[in-house]
């Protein structure tokens, strides 16, 4: 099959994607729509026999089969031995689910209705702090606990009405100081955000947190949340059960907004918003498990994508959120997409034959016009661009604004693709009164090559349905590249060796440990460091 497509590749060869407009109903034929969210992908050069080699890779690598055993709560992370059931968390009254003999969606049901309790108690103000109602929420978490509520809590501003939320993760004490500085301990709810409750990153910002509220509050335990698998050393850390809200192993970390890591999200918006976020999440579902490859939004966009990494060799693609508000939604994918697929070796542990996924990466529209763009229209490298806008904002009085933004976000794809030739390049010189040789060493400059894919995402406006139908289409493309590439998308053992090497590196730094086993780099590094230190 990927003979088949590098084939058609080739074939396609300086074919431009423009022409493949002669037929009428391309854009229509290259485009998936699912309850108000539109996909067109036929600003590419997927062609029709490309695109029925795409489906047929997708249907004989087992997307189908895989996608039932996922929702069915098969063990389809096969590396840990566990389900992948996300999906369970935004369908909370769907049916009964069997993960090892027993039905998880009761509990599913009942962490949701211990969230909104709290959260409407902290929005209302029946929650108190020592100091009385609670002004501000601090979410210590890192990855998959910290970048899809941070994501979302800013998408959806225009929903915020509870209390301010702020997001902590990074271990540079500059994080948690710059954050804290201001708040009222008094007044603040700290919501400790790791599945694992072990990550060194938030296990030391959380103690931070604690040591600045005890100086202030008597009983700083009564003030911190703790979303996490791991009961235990939640309880441990001092938290009460009651503030405790568990998850289980078949939630992987990049997946987990939906569950009892979405709280601050949910504190900000309103349960009856946040429920509309699942909502839309399980509209996504349910598209997903139910349309034909062909017709299937997560599919053709992972099977686009597919043919851009894979096939033609792009080494990257860009995600581009014509709203300001989506700036997170880049950093969320990063991790959602390269955590997932970036892999060396398939599911029995052999080498890939493939690329794994590519490097994901991306800052909203309009911004990156006036940043790295130049690259993307005139560079040498191909950058396949996913745009997304919505069709009206939220501030009608700046209609105007958003006007631009959109004309902006529809330009951009048109002039990837069309780009402009030398000819209108030198006509262009001519009109700015250069002749002979600098007006073609002029119009050299000016040449747009085009023909640059790009897919976009589009809607009416950013709701929290919509944002849900956003985030499980990406979830499910990811799944649907890792399911061809016969990748484990849900395991991540790739940041293990990072971590340990940092704590030996703490000893070492410290002096506690030996120097001497490290390469004459590290060596210099470490050396550095401790001089400075020593000042
Ligand atoms: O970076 C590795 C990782 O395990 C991510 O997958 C996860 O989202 C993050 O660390 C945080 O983990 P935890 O929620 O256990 O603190």
């Not at 296990?203 to 996490?228: C, I, Y």
């Not at 009460?240 to 997946?255: K, L, M, S």
């Not at 939004?297 to 992972?302: D, G, T």
């Not at 048109?414 to 209108?424: F, I, K, P, T, V």
């Amino acid at each position: 099959m990927w003979d088949v497509l590098k084939d058609r590749r080739e074939a396609l060869e300086g074919k431009d994607i423009l022409s493949l407009f002669d037929r009428a109903d391309r854009a229509a034929a290259y485009s998936v729509e699912t309850d108000g969210v539109l996909l067109d992908y036929s600003k590419t050069l997927i062609d029709d026999a490309a695109c029925s080699a795409l489906v047929d890779l997708a249907r004989s690598s087992g997307v189908e089969e895989r996608r039932a055993a996922m929702f069915a709560g098969k063990p389809i992370n096969e590396t840990e031995g566990r389900a992948v059931l996300h999906t369970a968390l935004r369908n909370p009254d769907g049916p009964a689910i069997e993960v090892e003999g027993e039905d998880i969606m009761s509990g599913v049901r009942d962490t949701l209705a211990r969230m909104r309790s709290l959260a409407e108690e902290v929005r209302s103000g029946r929650f108190e702090g020592a100091g009385g109602t609670i002004e501000d929420v601090v979410n210590i978490g890192i990855g998959g606990s910290h970048l899809g509520p941070e994501m979302g809590t800013r998408a959806l501003g225009p929903y915020h009405d509870g209390p301010r939320c702020h997001f902590v993760s990074n271990v540079d004490g500059a994080d948690i100081h710059d954050t804290l500085s201001g708040l009222d301990p008094a007044r603040t709810l700290v919501i400790v955000a790791s599945k694992t409750f072990t990550t060194i990153e938030t296990m030391t910002n959380a103690r931070t947190a604690h040591d600045w509220m005890a100086k202030a509050v008597a009983e700083p335990g009564a003030q911190f949340v703790a979303l996490s698998s791991a009961t235990e050393k939640a309880a441990e850390f001092g938290i009460a059960p009651e503030r405790v809200f568990a998850f289980g192993d078949w939630v992987g970390g990049r997946y987990s907004m939906w569950g009892p890591i979405g709280l601050a999200l949910m504190i900000a918006i309103g349960p009856d918003d946040f429920d509309d976020f699942l909502r839309g999440g399980a509209a996504m579902d349910a598209h997903f498990r139910a349309a034909p490859l062909a017709g299937n939004m997560p599919v053709m966009l992972a099977l686009t994508g597919i043919w851009h990494h894979q096939v033609c060799g792009y080494p990257t693609r860009a995600v581009l959120p014509y709203d300001q508000r989506l700036a997170r939604l880049p950093a969320y994918l990063q991790q959602l997409e390269m955590e997932s697929n970036g892999k060396r070796v398939t599911m029995t542990g052999a080498p890939l034959s493939t690329q794994s996924g590519p490097v994901v990466w991306g800052a909203p529209g309009t911004n990156g016009q006036h940043a790295f763009y130049q690259l993307i229209h005139q560079g040498t490298q191909i950058v396949p661009c996913e745009f997304m806008v919505a069709a009206r904002g939220h501030e009608p009085d700046l209609a105007h604004h958003h006007a631009l933004l959109a004309a902006n976000c529809l330009a951009q794809s048109e002039a990837l693709m069309r780009g402009r030739g030398l000819d209108a390049a030198r006509a262009l010189m001519a009109q700015a009164g250069h002749e002979g040789e600098e007006r073609e060493r002029q119009a050299r400059h000016r040449v747009f090559p085009g023909n640059r894919p790009s897919t976009t995402l589009i809607y009416d406006l950013l709701t929290p349905f919509r944002l849900g139908q956003i985030v499980a289409l990406y979830e499910h493309r990811v799944f649907v590249e890792g399911v061809i590439l016969g990748i484990n998308s849900f395991d991540q053992w790739g940041v293990e060796l990072g971590k340990e090497l940092a704590g030996t590196m703490a000893d070492v730094l410290s002096g506690d440990a030996p120097l001497d086993a490290k390469d004459g780099s590290t060596r210099q590094l470490v050396t550095f460091v401790q001089s400075q230190r020593g000042r």
